[in-house]
């Protein structure tokens, strides 16, 4: 089956850009998709980008994806508390099924 | 926007007993709605996915008779955990989608925290 791979822990001070990291080993996804999860609760829909993209800018979101290292990465830019969440990358295959990392917990102290 | 409802978001239940989890689409209609479960500081892991009408897929290791899915109509979905024992006590996600074209159309609900005691 596909790995996807992120670093469990991340903490920034508030203020401070976060850039959280994911790694995948098959590329032939069309859609490459980052999820929050705050405590208790389900995943809520951040951003997305097609797999023939390189970067993704949403208002504090930009996503990169570098396909030959098969490497997708968030920055949250100017990264407030309510951010403090575990956020997931995805990968969506033909078939509809997605495939999730392993979950990033974001910790931003005040 | 497209909601899904999960209901019961929390549930504790004794050994042996049965527990049914619903996931309802308010808003539009799922042709295909997913399971999912994760484990405490994991990340989600495909249980099965259910089509209206017709019987679930069920992903490798998945036990059918014990996690029973049906998808009676286009807004609703079931999972029941039949038997339940203390190691099934996990966060079960369900999503939704309607179809048609990527990147959008799937929802999740806000999850089910099932405590077998």
């Known amino acids: 089956g596909e790995d996807v791979e992120q670093s469990l822990f991340l903490s920034v001070r508030e203020g401070d850009s976060s850039v959280i990291n994911c790694t995948y080993t098959d590329s032939s996804s069309t859609y490459l998709y980052w999820y929050k999860q705050e405590p208790g609760a389900g995943l809520q829909l951040l951003t997305y980008i097609f797999s023939n993209m390189d970067m993704k800018q949403d208002q504090r979101l930009t996503v990169l994806l570098n396909k030959k290292d098969k490497h997708l990465s968030l920055r949250i830019a100017d990264t407030q508390t309510g951010d403090s969440a575990i956020y997931f990358c995805a990968e969506i295959f033909t078939g509809n099924q997605f495939y999730f990392g392993t979950g990033t917990s974001l910790t931003v102290i005040p | 926007g497209a909601v899904v409802s999960q209901h019961p978001s929390r549930v504790i239940c004794k050994s042996g007993t049965s527990v049914k989890i619903e996931c309802r689409s308010l808003?539009?209609?799922?042709?295909?709605m997913f399971w999912y479960r994760q484990f405490p500081k994991q990340s989600l892991m495909l249980m099965a996915t259910?089509?209206?009408?017709?019987?679930?897929?069920?992903e490798q290791g998945v036990e059918k008779d014990k996690f029973l899915i049906n998808h009676a109509s286009l807004t609703l979905s079931t999972l029941t955990v039949t038997s339940a024992h203390p190691e099934d006590s996990s966060f079960y996600i369900c999503?939704?989608?309607?179809?048609?074209?990527?990147?959008?159309?799937?929802?999740f609900g806000s999850g089910t925290r099932l405590t077998v005691v």
């Open positions: 999503s939704a989608t309607r179809g048609g074209p990527l990147p959008h159309g799937y929802t």
């Open positions: 808003d539009f209609q799922a042709t295909t």
């Open positions: 259910s089509n209206e009408g017709s019987k679930a897929t069920y």
